[in-house]
């Protein structure tokens, strides 16, 4: 039986060692021989206080992923055939494969059912490694992310039996990766738990908010919750700092000065973000300067977003290239006055009129989105747009992107549409 089951993880080890080079691996035993010195294991294991420590993972999700690691030995000792295999498949493996051992890795109860309870541990360390700082950790508590947690965890499905017999349903793994296509940034941090904490590490990039020193943070809708969010639908490039150029409170809430102030500014990105009378927040990322045209305009690097109380993002489905609307002094009824985004005139996933006090949000097959609000009809309260600031480096390619849809251009979205079935041939 004992050879068996060292036959099982040779096995596995030899068929881990080959997803790798050789320069990869002797990395990796360098590594393991640097953790285990530390552990005072006779350079045998890696114990879990210096595992912790050096991936930066706290509470029960750290405790969860050394289970993981260590093949739920319960002996407290990471060797370095575990370290490879699991190295192998959470960053080697079939998306399936990544998928599954993260599924499995979030389980922080280990009973194999994974609830929103579970859901809400993880979520506050994922806030608290990204948002805590050495000075404001000591007085941070979960509630300081309730709102957030509570705004992600209202975008999951919950659809699987717990099995003890109450009406309480867990998230199935189906439901998972529905629920990782529309919060890429916890999918990015939870894919990268085994590599070092740096301010690169995916899932970590929060954009440096710039506005005027006069400004009253308190009357802005984006926060830095809201930006790690939505960044992280974004390349790297576009996370470094966003820009406050417009804020109804401050500017005044007319079309024309929106415009005013978001043309010309060297930026050809933006966020633009709405409050509506039923406290709803949503909004949309533009790819292309708002720019007068009398039909949609755009590329696929565009999406939609929901703030509160949900908190999902909803990219193109490639169904249609209806992606973002921006008409200004059209006097015909077939070209409305306004900005927006997704679906086909007067049916749109997010419009709002010249006016700048009404609009609407359908649900549209251009993003695969449904009505952003409580209602599909919205009187917008607060309108912000934000600039995106990109890296020095890009600005000199940024007008040279691959064209093509977005199942050509993104390897990541195209294996998760396929995943959710999000791809469809419709015009809305």
């Known amino acids: 039986m004992g050879n068996s089951s060292s036959s099982s993880v040779n096995h596995r080890f030899n068929s881990a060692c080959r997803a790798f080079t050789q320069k990869k691996l002797e990395d990796l035993k360098s590594l393991f021989t640097s953790l285990a010195s530390q552990s005072q294991s006779n350079d045998l294991h890696v114990s ?47 998306d399936d494969e990544i998928a599954e051992f993260i599924y499995q890795t979030l389980d922080v109860n280990g009973n194999g059912v994974l609830t929103r309870s579970d859901l809400e541990l993880v979520l506050v360390v994922v806030f608290k490694s990204v948002f805590s700082t050495s000075e404001s950790s000591d007085a941070e508590t979960s509630d300081d992310y309730k709102e957030m947690v509570d705004a992600l965890l209202n975008a999951a499905s919950f659809s699987k039996s717990t099995g003890d017999g109450s009406d309480d349903k867990g998230m199935s793994f189906e439901d998972f990766r529905s629920w990782c296509s529309h919060v890429p940034t916890i999918r ?50 576009e996370l470094e700092e966003w820009k406050l150029l417009y804020h109804s409170s401050l ?17 050809s990105a933006s966020v633009l973000i709405i409050k509506d009378r039923e406290g ?54 077939n070209i409305p006055n306004g ?57 000199d ?11 050509e251009r993104f390897k990541e979205d195209r294996n998760m549409l396929k995943l959710v079935g999000m791809a469809s041939n419709s015009n809305e």
């Open 48 to 94: 879990y206080p210096v595992f912790q420590d050096y991936f930066g993972l706290s509470g029960s999700l750290g405790e969860r992923m050394f289970d993981m690691v260590t093949q739920h030995r319960k002996d407290g000792k990471l060797t370095y055939e575990d370290l490879v295999i699991a190295k192998s498949t959470y960053e080697k493996g079939t």
């Open 397 to 407: 390619t940024q007008h040279n992107a691959i064209k093509g849809t977005v199942l």
């Open 280 to 333: 709803c927040v949503y909004g949309g990322y533009a790819s292309q300067p708002w720019e007068r045209h009398s039909d949609f305009y755009g590329d696929m690097k565009s999406f939609l977003f929901q703030l509160n109380p949900n908190a999902s993002i909803f990219r193109p489905t490639g169904a249609n290239t209806n992606i973002q609307w921006c008409a200004t002094n059209f006097t015909s009824e």
């Open 251 to 267: 500017h005044g809430q007319s079309f024309n000065t929106f415009l005013g102030h978001t043309s010309n500014t060297g930026m």
């Open 188 to 237: 990015k941090f939870l894919g990268s738990l085994l590599t070092p904490p740096t301010p690169a590490r995916p899932g970590y990039q929060v954009p440096h908010l710039l506005y005027e020193d006069s400004v009253d943070s308190n009357i802005l809708l984006l926060k830095k919750e809201y930006a790690w969010h939505i960044g992280g639908a974004l390349p790297h490039h």
């Open 339 to 395: 900005v927006g985004f997704g679906g086909k005139i007067n049916h749109y996933g997010l419009f709002i009129s010249s006016s700048f006090d009404q609009g609407q949000t359908f649900s549209c097959t251009t993003f695969g989105s449904p009505s952003l609000s409580k209602t599909s009809r919205i009187q917008p309260e607060v309108i912000e747009c934000w600039g995106i600031v990109q890296a020095s480096n890009e600005l």
